[in-house]
């Protein structure tokens, strides 16, 4: 047996082919492309705070900014998406309009309109049949119909043809089996490639390029892909570098020891790799040296830990980032360039480290993460150099420590605690700190714009329920507005919108219904070379064990508008929900509340927060308005009383009412109390009362 190539020398089926490769790589880079996880950092963004204001190296933070959001946009795989995408319909196409050349096979029980089946008695009286109607003697060209005396001697041989086959036992079975009346043949394989590219001696060369690609190519796609996938966590995060994280971690860490634990990271050694890894190394710790620990935020400890690390990636690493933090001048074009590209990356590396600290539930390591995240997104130096109003633009650290000085307070000044002071006042503080009134007045613009959360009221219920009993779903409902620092005229607080009314137990739709989703304008951020959208954390914490009782739940959209198309604040109430299972025992239990904004730094709250479990006897409890008169005899309860030996109501008694049970309260271990330097600004208290809130 021999075997046969055979060439497309008329494109018929080149298509296919193509077709077959193309769809290989571009069916799994759409899928990607499809599902890849968004970037919640930047996801559900508003409109932008609107300041005239210009930082120092704008133009190298505004080429970080768009290479950033190139890479976002997974630009490069969205062309090879497209061009593949492209390729293939047009493959189908071609498919669609090009004529097959090849012929159909012969079949002799076609030609005799017979099945495979029919006897030798049935071929014998079709043949004679036929050769009465379509011998050429007997048969005439149908002009109409395009036929020649040729064609009809042709029909008439294959119908012979067909006849002698049939009637030969060899050959019949050699169709029958193979197909053939010669029995088997040798094996055809057809390569879908024009004639026209492997002539004159080149047809080596194009099967050398095929199997690169089949036998190399695409298996090094498939593998990097595969590889890629496994090396990395859910968050796109290396696996390496949560387990470098992970070492790092200790249940007491500042923001500082946050910083050198993400510069761990692999991530870094993508920007800063190979010779290039320690290049201006010398010069850029020069500078941290000289400067002075408490104007960039480095403490002894840090310090320490620098020169500590040998690792030259990691090491320039953690030494732009606290160069960035403090905003200092390198005098150096690529250093300058590495401070603004490793900031992205350090913010995205501090949120996987933070879901690194809530599973240990330590409060410490949490509240410095999120704090280095404000430092990040703002440019602040952390600890005790971190100042509040260097937000806002123009307020260098010299021009705050002026105006700080001059109010005599210990404390630095927050934006609100700034704008809260008399306009005039305001100016001359900021006269005596060198900073000029337009500058003044850029400055209190966008303060005027930031979305600072203002707690109206927090509770616990159950919905549908008077009381929150033993491991039952309750839900942690904070009501807040937004009131930007330096905000006039702002209405007063409608009661009403304090409530939080259940849905009624046969509404469905209202029950299923959504809350609607409305963002928040982007962090105002001049310094961070990325789009960022602010972010606002919830969760209860245990003073007394240092640890977190529920996880955080995230906020970047709220029920209501909190600012309009102008970006005016509209001063409505939000309303924040969440929800997790109470303690199994009856008790009191007091909670530290905390709402953590990720983008600005200075605008958390945290105030204490009491839930009242109650005994599960207490949900079988009427209040004196709610009467329940005794069964009656001809029903179901009443006949259970009856063999309980318990008397039925007499219709002419009056109702009575059920006596409550004794409340029976538990101490347990998520009571917790308040540390003695932290004052809540008020107490909130269990409120499970729907109806009458």
């Known amino acids: 047996m021999s075997s046969e190539y055979n060439y497309d020398q008329n494109s018929e089926f080149f298509p296919f082919f193509v077709l077959t490769i193309t769809s290989l790589i571009t069916l799994p880079l759409t899928y990607t492309l499809l599902n890849a996880p968004s970037d919640q950092s930047g996801a559900n963004k508003g409109h932008q705070i609107t300041a005239d204001y210009t930082p120092d190296n704008a133009d190298i933070i505004d080429t970080q900014r768009a290479k950033q959001k190139r890479k976002e946009l997974r630009l490069k795989r969205m062309l090879t998406a497209a061009a593949g995408w492209l390729v293939i319909g047009y493959m189908v196409y071609l498919m669609a309009v090009t004529t097959r050349t090849s012929a159909a096979p012969w079949d002799p029980w076609s030609v005799l309109d017979l099945s495979m089946s029919a006897s030798e008695k049935e071929i014998n009286s079709r043949y004679r049949k036929l050769s009465r109607t379509m011998h050429p003697d007997k048969r005439q060209p149908n002009p109409a119909l395009n036929e020649t005396q040729e064609s009809v001697n042709d ?4 119908i012979v043809k067909a006849y002698k086959t049939l009637t030969d036992e060899d050959i019949r079975n050699n169709w029958i089996q193979f197909g053939h009346p010669d029995g088997r043949q040798s094996t055809s394989f057809g390569i879908a490639l024009p004639q026209l590219l492997v002539a004159e001696g080149s047809g080596k060369y194009v099967l050398v390029f095929y199997g690169a690609l089949l036998g190399v190519g695409l298996p090094w796609l498939v593998g990097k892909w595969w590889y890629g996938m496994q090396q990395r966590t859910k968050e796109k995060v290396y696996v390496t570098s949560a387990g470098n994280m992970f070492r790092e971690f200790n249940e007491r860490m500042d923001s500082g020891d946050v910083a050198a634990a993400v510069s761990s990271a692999n991530e870094f050694k993508d920007i800063f790799d190979g010779a290039h890894a320690d290049t201006g190394l010398g010069k850029l710790e020069g500078k941290l040296k000289a400067a002075d620990d408490l104007a960039i935020g480095m403490s002894a400890k840090d310090r320490k830990k620098l020169d500590e690390i040998e690792d030259p990636a990691r090491r320039k690493t953690l030494a732009l980032v606290w160069a960035y933090l403090a905003r200092l001048k390198l005098d150096d074009q690529t250093l300058e360039v590495g401070k603004y ?3 992205p990356t350090t913010l995205r590396m501090t949120e996987a480290f933070l ?17 280095l995240s404000q430092d990040l997104v703002q440019a602040i130096p952390p600890s005790s150099a971190r100042l509040p109003l260097m937000q806002l633009p123009h307020f260098t650290p010299n021009v705050v420590k002026s105006i700080e000085q001059s109010t005599g307070k210990k404390e630095h000044l927050s934006i609100q605690s700034f704008m809260a002071l008399p306009a005039e006042q305001r100016r001359t503080l900021a006269a005596a700190a060198g900073l000029s009134s337009n500058n003044l007045g850029t400055a209190e613009q966008v303060a005027r714009q930031l979305p600072l959360m203002k707690v109206e009221k927090a509770f616990f219920k159950v919905q549908g329920e008077k009381y929150i009993i033993p491991s039952s779903l309750v839900q942690f409902v904070v009501k807040a507005r937004f009131i930007p620092p330096g905000s006039t005229n702002v209405p007063p607080l409608n009661e009403k919108d304090l409530l939080d009314i259940d849905p009624a137990d046969g509404d469905l739709a209202a029950q299923k219904q959504e809350p609607e989703q409305h963002p928040i304008p982007l962090a105002y951020a001049p310094y961070l070379p990325r789009d960022r959208a602010p972010r606002w954390h919830i969760f209860l914490a245990d003073n007394r064990q240092q640890k977190i009782a529920v996880p955080p739940f995230t906020f970047g959209m709220f029920d209501k508008k909190a600012f309009d198309d102008q970006g005016k604040p509209t001063f409505d109430v939000v309303t924040l929900k969440m929800q997790f299972q109470a ?12 709402v953590i904004c990720d983008s600005y730094v200075g605008f958390d709250h945290k105030e204490e927060a009491v839930m009242k479990v109650e005994d599960a006897s207490k949900a079988l409890e009427v209040d004196d308005d709610d009467d329940i008169s005794e069964p009656e005899e001809d029903t179901i309860a009443g006949q259970m009383a009856a063999m309980k030996g318990q008397t039925t109501a007499d219709p002419d008694k009056p109702k009575r009412k059920r006596e409550p049970k004794p409340k029976v309260e538990e101490e347990s271990d998520y009571e917790s109390g308040t540390d003695e330097d932290e004052d809540s600004e008020s107490e909130t208290d269990t409120d499970t009362d729907s109806d009458d809130e």
């Open 341 to 343: 590209e490793v900031a």
């Open 155 to 158: 029909d008439y041989g294959n």
């Open 355 to 371: 879901s690194i600290a809530l599973a240990y539930g330590f409060t410490a390591p949490v509240f410095s993460a999120f704090h």
């Open 583 to 594: 303690p199994p025992q009856a008790g009191e239990y007091r909670f530290q509340m905390h």
